[in-house]
Structures are given as C-alpha cells and as structure tokens.
Nanobody
Framework: QVQLVESGGGLVQAEGSLRLSCAASVRTFSSYAMAWFRQAPGKEREFVSAINSSGNRRLYADSVKGRFTISRDNAKNTVSLQMNSLKPEDTAVYYC??????????????WGQGTQVTVSS
C-alpha cells in the first residue's frame, strides 16, 4: 500500500556531500516513522538513521553520527538524508523504509527499491 521512491544517489568524491530523498505515496505519511538502511556489496543490510512521525526524535548509527542528518517534510511526504564528509566505506545501496517507532530501526514494514551511492577515493 505504501510506496517509497528514493532519489539523489550517485557518484561523489570522498569528503564530499550528497542528499538523498524519499517520496512516499501515502496520504497518512505523517503517521509513519521513517528510516534509512544501506547495504554494501557482500555485507548485511545495516541501519543508518531513523526519524519518528513528528520529526522530534532521531537516531543514527555510530558510523554516521555527526556526518549524516535525517529530516522529514510531512507537508511534502518526503524524508531526506543529508550526507556530509562522505567516506569510501559509505558506498552502498541506500534504502528508504517506513514503519513504527522505534521498531522501524530493525523491522520496517515498507521498503523502497534503493538508490546507489558510490564514494570514490
């Protein structure tokens, strides 16, 4: 029922920045907690960041805290991930997800198709 579409992925140099966006095709977007996950080649999918429905609670993986910022715009049905000071180890397919807070950090209900982020050295 909920469709999530990521955008903004691409190729960027180390120490550069990139902003990912996720558009949700649902009228009740403001009722969902949202999260970002990523999966690098040969590795398990890992949690990156999450934000609750109202946007007043945020969580970050230790590996990205201080570099990434999650935000949402409930009027536009979007959630974004601002990625600064990117490192080659950030290279992965990034997935947008939706669910309940805080279980969205481990078991989201809905997933986007993913967008590739490649950080070159």
């Amino acid at each position: 029922q909920v469709q999530l579409v990521e955008s903004g992925g691409g190729l960027v140099q180390a120490e550069g920045s990139l902003r990912l966006s996720c558009a949700a095709s649902v009228r009740t977007f403001s009722s969902y907690a949202m999260a970002w996950f990523r999966q690098a080649p040969g590795k398990e999918r890992e949690f990156v960041s999450a934000i609750n429905s109202s946007g007043n609670r945020r969580l970050y993986a230790d590996s990205v805290k201080g570099r990434f910022t999650i935000s949402r715009d409930n009027a536009k049905n979007t959630v974004s991930l601002q990625m600064n000071s990117l490192k080659p180890e950030d290279t992965a397919v990034y997935y947008c997800s939706a669910g309940l807070w805080p279980s969205v950090t481990t078991t989201p209900t809905y997933w986007g198709q993913g967008t590739q982020v490649t950080v070159s050295s």
